[in-house]
Structure formats: C-alpha cells, structure tokens
C-alpha cells in the first residue's frame, strides 16, 4: 500500500475505526489500560519530582562548585597526610656515604697533624722553644 | 515568576520559548507537576516496565532542564517533552533489545497494576472479573506489540494520549503524511488482528 493511499484511505479508516464496534472497544480499552496501568499514589509523584530536583540541582563535573570541591578534599588529604604522625624516614644511601665522610675529615682534623694554615705559628713556636732551651743551656755552662 | 503565570506561559507558544530558557531550577517544579504523569505514561506504554519507566521520567525532564536553552518553542512543553521521553525509550529498547522482557502480561502474577487496573473497572471484583479482565488486557497488548515501533508509537500518541496529528509528528519529528502513513497502517493491522481473534 502506498504513502499516497493511505492518507487518502485515512479519513476513511478512522471513519471505519469509529463505526467498528470491535476497533472502537479496543481502542478504548486500551486507553483505559494505559491510563489505568499508569495510576500512581501522590507519593510516587511527589518522590520523582523530588528526585529531580536533586538531579537538576547537582553540579556537573567542571564547574566551579566542583572546582572548590576538589581543592577541598585535596587539603583534606593533606592535612590527615599530616595528622597521621611522623613519617618513618628511610635515610638515602648516598645521604650516609655523606656523612660517613663527613665524620672521617672531622675526625682527622681533630686527631691529626694541624691544619696547613696554622704551619707558621708553628715554626715559631718551635723557635721560641728552642731559643728558650739554647738560653737555659748557656746560663749553666757559665755557672 | 508565579506558579500560575509560568503554568499559563508554558502552554502558550508564543510565550515559552523564553520562559523555559530563562527558567530557574525551583520554576522547573511546576513544569515538572505540570507533565510528570504525562510523560510517566507514554513511557509505560512505550516500554510496559513500571521501573524503567520511571527512571526514564526522571532522565527526561532532568535533559529537558539541562537542554532547556535550546528550546526553540517550535512545539508546545508538552510535545519537546514526548519528544524527549520516546528518544529515551528508543534508546532503552535499542540498549536492551537482547533479552528485554516484553510482555507486562506475561511476567510474573504478582504485578499490582493487574490487579490495579481491575480494582479500577470494578470497586468489588470477582476472581473471574479480574482473570477476564487481565485476558482482555494481554489480548489488547498483544495486538498493539505487533505493530512495528513506529507504527506503535504512533498509536500509543493518538489512542491513548489523545495527540492531535500534528503534535505526533512534531513530536517523533515526522511528516505529517508519514504519521498519517503509520496510524493508517496501524489500524489496518489492528483491525486484521481483532478479525483473526474472533475468528479463533
């Protein structure tokens, strides 16, 4: 059957749908099924509507109620990062060669020959003492 | 805006388009109260599942709302919504096209709107009113999902919706002469249905 015909047999058809006693009693029997299928308590309504408006109400992802969400359950993280007690340091193994010789100059200054920089005081040191015993040794030889 | 000014304006063509533009989240409400039953129903008759359809309500006006700015008022509220509710259902039964349970009638005895739907007809049913009662109910739905989905939407917008012609091909974005087409044949076909049934 054509487009064409069947507008044209339309009118004619609808004509027959409400003459057709069986079509038009199962027309209406099945709006009164849809309608009566479709029958809900005032609070099924009243739930839907307010589902959503919670639904309209959310933010989407990208705006800036998400935005300040975010930063907020960052620092939130943060700061139970902090409050969960001191972390358990692992000293890096490059850290401990450093200080180990570290240690070992420090000890070597301070058990071993003296710095470079202190060598003239040392020189004469050495020559006040020894021009002190040469002093102590005349004055017995004259004696 | 008052209720009573926005109830008005969204039934008014000319007026719509910029009041559902420019409306706020708490004037939506009203649209909301104004069509839910509506929509609730052409999506159970669409789909014949109480649970889907249900949440197909709330996903239509939660997209009305969202796409609100672009309504263009080239359709009343009504039929954008209808419009929304069979792209949705459309959508469904492609999703669940494998295995999606078709028949209301057939599934399980303990679904009240049977029993509902019975209450309805008659206050003080008999057990053999409403066994009658849900055999002419499942006889109905029967014919109806033998047409194809077009012709069906189509049916269930005229018949029980009560749509003028217009209004179906504004809201299934058909030529007129094409919604023409479908209720044409959707009648043939019922018509031969009903025949055939009595014949048995």
């Known amino acids: ?143 | 805006m008052t209720g009573e000014t926005l109830a008005g304006a969204v039934f008014d063509a000319a007026v719509a388009p910029k009041v559902m533009q420019g409306i706020a989240h708490e004037e939506f409400d009203l649209v909301v109260r104004e069509h839910q039953q509506r929509i609730y129903r052409v999506l159970l008759a669409l789909l014949r599942d109480p649970d889907a359809a249900a949440n197909l309500t709330q996903d239509c006006f939660v997209r009305a709302f969202e796409s609100r700015k672009s309504f263009r008022g080239e359709a009343s509220v009504g039929t954008w919504l209808v419009r929304i509710a069979v792209n949705l259902a459309r959508d469904y039964q492609r999703s669940k096209r494998h295995g999606f349970w078709r028949g209301l009638f057939r599934s399980s005895n303990n679904d009240d709107s049977h029993d509902a739907m019975a209450m309805a007809a008659d206050p003080q049913p008999t057990a053999e009113r409403v066994v009658l009662a849900r055999e002419k109910a499942a006889a109905v739905w029967a014919i109806v999902d033998r047409l194809s989905p077009q012709q069906r939407e189509v049916f269930i917008l005229r018949f029980a919706e009560e749509m003028p012609l217009e209004q179906i091909a504004l809201a299934l974005r058909l030529q007129l002469g094409t919604v023409k087409t479908h209720l044409s044949r959707a009648l043939s076909a019922v018509r031969a249905q009903i025949k055939e049934s009595e014949r048995e």
């Open chain 1, 1 to 143: 059957m054509s487009s064409r015909s069947d507008d044209l047999n339309l009118d004619e058809q609808s004509r027959l749908a409400l003459t057709d006693e069986s079509v038009n009693d199962f027309i209406s029997s099945f709006r009164q099924g849809v309608h009566e299928q479709a029958q809900r308590p005032n609070s099924f309504w009243t739930a839907q509507r307010v589902r959503i408006g919670e639904r309209t109400l959310k933010p989407k992802h990208g705006s800036l109620g998400w935005a300040i969400g975010s930063v907020f359950a960052t620092a939130a993280v943060a700061i139970a990062l902090l409050l969960s007690g001191p972390a358990t340091t692992n000293t890096p193994v490059a850290q401990k060669v450093d200080d180990d010789l570290l240690m070992r100059e420090v000890v070597e200054a301070t058990e071993g020959t003296l710095p470079d920089a202190l060598a003239p005081a040392t020189l004469l040191a050495n020559e006040v003492d020894r021009g002190l015993e040469t002093a102590v040794q005349s004055k017995g030889a004259t004696r």
